[in-house]
């Protein structure tokens, strides 16, 4: 595992996305996290995995994939959402998330779950592994952990190397399909691993972009660009050729994301 030495202190404690939460709440990053077709990938492979129960989600943000959720599902799932971060979590309580804002690592929970998901969370943890062994210890026996990370064999990453605008200080570890299945394998029988997602905006971008980071707002408005090409009907052609370069790149493990499944 790739991974950032030495950490800054207000990353490794979480406090650095509790004083900067308020950015997670801009308009384009909202509409685009509560768009129907932002969750797509990552709610069929969850639902393959686990069809009901109780579900948590580490790093919840502002809550959008627990409302889709339960949206799509009503009364299948018993959710509830945690993170560092105040003012996210304060918008995912206005959307009927139940959430609460302690220390994952050192919160006692009063109850177990049939599944724990990491989306885009891992890579912006100091200590992972603790994070995952806590994972383990909640959940019924059977239970299932989903985890999403940034794919370090990505064909964006090897085009674009260190312009890729998801390598960035926020971001602590780094995996590739193999230390994530090593990774995961410390605690959990390996279901899945596929990679998934990708963004031919980013890489056209990244490869005419000066070094440097790309910041929050900019990463926001391409979100919210994405989101709006994926739901346009006049993109439909332009959908089809892309998702089958996804679906190849998938196949290589490849695209933009890798995504593993875990069994308790």
């Given at each position: 595992m790739?991974?950032?030495?030495?950490?800054?202190?207000?990353?490794?404690?979480?406090?650095?996305?509790?004083?900067?939460?308020?950015?997670?709440?801009?308009?384009?990053?909202?509409?685009?996290?509560?768009?129907?077709?932002?969750?797509?990938?990552?709610?069929?492979?969850?639902?393959?995995?686990?069809?009901?129960?109780?579900?948590?989600?580490?790093?919840?943000?502002?809550?959008?994939?627990?409302?889709?959720?339960?949206?799509?599902?009503?009364?299948?799932?018993?959710?509830l959402g945690t993170d560092a971060s105040g003012p996210p979590l304060e918008h995912a309580a206005k959307m009927g998330v139940p959430v609460i804002k302690e220390n994952f690592l050192t919160h006692s929970f009063s109850q177990s779950f049939d599944a724990i998901t990491f989306w885009a969370v891992m890579e912006h943890l100091f200590e992972p592994a603790q994070?995952?062994?806590k994972a383990a210890s909640l959940l019924k026996p059977g239970g299932v952990c989903f985890i999403l990370v940034p794919n370090m064999r990505s064909l964006a990453v090897r085009l674009l190397g260190a312009k890729y605008r998801y390598i960035y200080a926020e971001h602590l570890n780094y995996f590739t399909p193999a230390t994530l299945k090593k990774f995961l394998g410390q605690e959990f029988e390996v279901l899945d691993l596929k990679s998934t997602h990708f963004n031919p905006i980013v890489i056209w971008q990244d490869s005419r972009r000066a070094p440097g980071e790309v910041s929050r707002t900019q990463r926001y408005e391409l979100l919210?660009?994405?989101?709006?090409?994926?739901?346009?009907?006049?993109?439909?052609?332009?959908?089809?050729?892309?998702?089958?370069?996804?679906?190849?790149?998938?196949?290589?493990?490849?695209?933009?994301?890798?995504?593993?499944?875990?069994?308790?």
């Open positions: 790739i991974y950032t030495n030495p950490v800054a202190a207000d990353l490794a404690s979480g406090e650095f996305y509790d004083r900067t939460g308020s950015g997670y709440l801009s308009p384009e990053k909202l509409e685009s996290d509560y768009s129907d077709v932002r969750f797509e990938r990552e709610l069929q492979l969850f639902r393959k995995y686990c069809s009901s129960g109780a579900v948590l989600d580490v790093g919840c943000s502002s809550g959008a994939f627990l409302y889709q959720l339960n949206k799509r599902y009503p009364g299948d799932y018993q959710i994070f995952l062994k919210k660009r994405t989101t709006a090409y994926k739901r346009s009907p006049w993109m439909k052609p332009i959908k089809v050729g892309y998702g089958a370069a996804e679906k190849m790149l998938g196949v290589a493990l490849m695209a933009d994301n890798l995504c593993i499944v875990g069994k308790k």
